[in-house]
């Protein structure tokens, strides 16, 4: 079952506009992460943050993480054409070895 | 370097049939996972190997689905008796370590879609 979900399903911008995604999350995380997904191509991992961080910056983008509200931003900053794609974020659970992903529903962006 | 690859990328099975997907991960990564991702929808685990040890089957939908690494390296998916459910796309990922937090790097995915 996904772990969470995003918010909005759907976003459409103007190139150059700023683009704010949400995710919310339901257990304990270790760390979350974000994903772009282009049609015919498979995930490409963006950007990490663990759930001791508060935000994270990676070029043109920005994460925020908020875990006593269990939920992510991710901001993507004077967008191009080539951002379009479908955004996921994924959680990694609150272990010491290496573990799966939950992903959420993602953003069609 | 070489990325994850995935073959075939595309996959037509009538109802019934039994389907193989290969997975390549990048060379000397550890972990390795298959996840199912339904049209629309986020990823699902499916299963999980450190070397050629399953750890974590707990996504197998059913006991028709099937996955090995017998030499660590590369992994096969399969899937007996195929039903129009088992339409997805089959992402393989791999990462270096087998502790902590380690980003995945996925294949293309294999589109499987089953008449």
């Known amino acids: 079952s996904q772990q969470g979900e995003e918010d909005p399903q759907a976003l459409s911008i103007q190139e150059g506009e700023n683009a704010t995604m949400n995710c919310s999350y339901k257990?304990?995380?270790?760390?979350l992460q974000w994903y772009r997904q282009n049609s015919g191509r498979g995930l490409v991992h963006l950007i990490l943050?663990?759930?001791?961080?508060r935000e994270k910056h990676s070029g043109r983008l920005r994460v925020t993480l908020d875990t006593s509200k269990k939920s992510s931003s991710l901001l993507i900053t004077a967008s191009r054409a080539a951002d379009t794609a479908s955004y996921f974020c994924?959680?990694?659970?609150?272990?010491?070895?290496?573990?799966?992903?939950?992903f959420g529903t993602g953003t069609r962006l | 370097g070489a990325g994850v690859s995935q073959s075939p990328r595309y996959k037509v099975a009538k109802r019934g049939q039994d389907v193989a997907l290969r997975c390549d991960p990048i060379?000397?990564?550890?972990?390795l996972f298959w996840y199912q991702q339904a049209l629309g929808q986020g990823p699902e685990f499916l299963t999980y190997?450190?070397?050629?040890?399953?750890?974590?089957k707990s996504g197998l939908p059913s006991d028709r689905f099937f996955a090995e690494r017998p030499e660590g390296s590369v992994s096969t998916l399969k899937i007996q008796r195929t039903q129009q459910e088992d339409s997805a796309v089959y992402l393989c990922?791999?990462?270096?370590?087998?502790?902590?937090?380690?980003?995945?790097?996925f294949g293309p995915g294999t589109r499987l879609t089953v008449l």
């Open positions: 943050i663990r759930s001791n961080e």
């Open positions: 990922a791999s990462s270096p370590g087998d502790w902590g937090v380690d980003t995945q790097y």
């Open positions: 257990t304990s995380i270790n760390n």
């Open positions: 994924a959680t990694g659970p609150n272990t010491g070895t290496a573990s799966k992903l939950t």
């Open positions: 060379s000397g990564h550890v972990s």
């Open positions: 190997f450190q070397n050629e040890a399953q750890l974590d």
